[in-house]
T-cell receptor, first 108, second 113 residues
Framework: QKEVEQNSGPLSVPEGAIASLNCTYS??????FFWYRQYSGKSPELIMF????GDKEDGRFTAQLNKASQYVSLLIRDSQPSDSATYLC????????FGTGTRLKVLA | DVKVTQSSRYLVKRTGEKVFLECVQD?????MFWYRQDPGLGLRLIYF???????EKGDIPEGYSVSREKKERFSLILESASTNQTSMYLC????????????FGQGTRLTVV
């Protein structure tokens, strides 16, 4: 079983809709998670960090962590074409293992 | 701004060549990482280093080695390049601490012919 699993997509949503990206993990000891965004041809960049159960909001982005069910999700409200990218999740540990990423396409 | 610099953006090498990919960071980060990224497979960790001269294998170390003689520099070595090592290679660095954001270099697109 992989440490971190994501649906590779593509996930297509219309402009203005809510995009929901999910990540499951196998290590029950994982306490915190990062979400990175990677535009095509570019390097990943950090967009969210969550370390406690529940929701964390930052502008149009909300990260949700459910430790009992071992999943973490990223919601993007009012999706824009500029949100089209691959989104990668990574648990906070010393090795920095990433999920395979979910490709999001926001259709204008 | 944190800067992670990879020595080449594009590289073409021949099968069997010894290839060096260099990565330098300017923020005094303890941790450095090498990944390869392939379509459908995501970012896969090759090796990482948490201190000078310290290294640990990641998920796919076969065919690669690394060197970290100075804190700011982390080199990935392909001992004998093969066509299945054609990929995008990304270097990253991060500090040690609670919220350890990883900062990435611009990537090296390596083609082995």
């Amino acid at each position: 079983q992989k440490e971190v699993e994501q649906n590779s997509g593509p996930l297509s949503v219309p402009e203005g809709a809510i995009a929901s990206l999910n990540c499951t993990y196998s290590d029950r000891g994982s306490q915190s998670f990062f979400w990175y965004r990677q535009y095509s041809g570019k390097s990943p960049e950090l967009i969210m960090f969550i370390y406690s159960n529940g929701d964390k909001e930052d502008g149009r982005f909300t990260a949700q962590l459910n430790k009992a069910s071992q999943y973490v999700s990223l919601l993007i409200r009012d999706s824009q074409p500029s949100d089209s990218a691959t989104y990668l999740c990574a648990p906070l540990n010393y090795k920095y293992i990433f999920g395979t990423g979910t490709r999001l396409k926001v259709l204008a | 701004d944190v800067k992670v610099t990879q020595s080449s953006r594009y590289l073409v090498k021949r099968t069997g060549e010894k290839v060096f990919l260099e990565c330098v960071q300017d923020m005094d980060h303890e941790n450095m990482f090498w990944y390869r990224q392939d379509p459908g497979l995501g970012l896969r960790l090759i090796y990482f280093s948490y201190d000078v001269k310290m290294k640990e294998k990641g998920d796919i170390p076969e065919g690669y080695s690394v060197s970290r003689e100075k804190k700011e520099r982390f080199s990935l070595i392909l001992e004998s390049a093969s066509t299945n090592q054609t990929s995008m290679y990304l270097c990253a660095s991060s500090p040690t601490g609670f919220i350890t954001e990883a900062f990435f270099g611009q990537g090296t697109r390596l083609t082995v012919v």
